[in-house]
């Protein structure tokens, strides 16, 4: 299961039923020395029996729950929260033989630790905190590369290709609005496969 990002984002959507105009279903996977834990925020209260009957383990107790909004509530202004990000930086590059066009032109990784603090540091005065490249780190990375079912005719695929950052950090907010947004929506690209979900928690 963890082999196949595909299969886990098909489990972890059946497991959260997402409600139409709700917030993003949004998922993480952290491999820490304490161990693997998935963490997921959704719209609805999630039922997690069929992945862990899938991965053989016990379901009685096998997953907590809580309440989102109490949390988001108390986010204020000047707050200082640890957080942890797991995101696909990407960044547009506009076609040479065509500087003139209008398209956003093809999304690349952004490579190397200074445009990855780039990019979190530009990233972040437009989602309602501020971070600076001495208050975090570039914790991790991983690639991923696999052919995901395309809709338009039966048996199409298409190619994937994410490179799954780990931010870990200290932050300050600086809008509470945009912040609580911002943790409910997630940050850049590749929800559906376990990148975008912001976490906080106390220093």
């Not at 398209?103 to 971070?131: M, S």
């Not at 039966?154 to 994937?160: E, F, I, L």
Request: charged residues 25%; contains cysteine; glycine residues 8%.
């Amino acid at each position: 299961m963890l082999a196949s990002p595909q299969r886990i984002h098909a489990v972890v959507a059946s497991s959260a039923s997402h409600q139409d105009g709700a917030t993003r279903l949004l998922w993480r996977l952290d491999d820490d020395p304490s161990g693997l834990q998935l963490l997921v925020t959704s719209s609805s209260k999630p039922d997690f029996s069929s992945l862990l009957e899938q991965a053989d383990l016990p379901v009685e107790d096998g997953w907590q729950t809580t309440e989102y909004q109490p949390f988001l509530d108390r986010l204020e202004i000047g707050q200082k929260w640890r957080f942890r990000l797991a995101a696909n930086p990407v960044r547009s590059v506009r076609d040479v033989k065509d500087p003139t066009s209008l398209n956003r032109g093809k999304r690349v990784p952004v490579i190397g630790v200074r445009h990855l603090q780039e990019w979190l540091i530009d990233r972040g005065g437009k989602l309602g905190f501020e971070v600076n490249d001495e208050s975090f780190i570039v914790s991790g990375r991983r690639a991923e590369n696999f052919r995901r079912q395309s809709g338009e005719k039966p048996g199409a695929s298409q190619r994937v290709a994410i490179t799954a950052v780990r931010f870990d950090g200290v932050l300050r907010v600086t809008d509470a609005d945009l912040l609580r947004r911002t943790l409910l929506e997630g940050i850049g690209s590749a929800k559906a496969y376990g990148c975008g979900l912001l976490t906080l928690a106390p220093i």
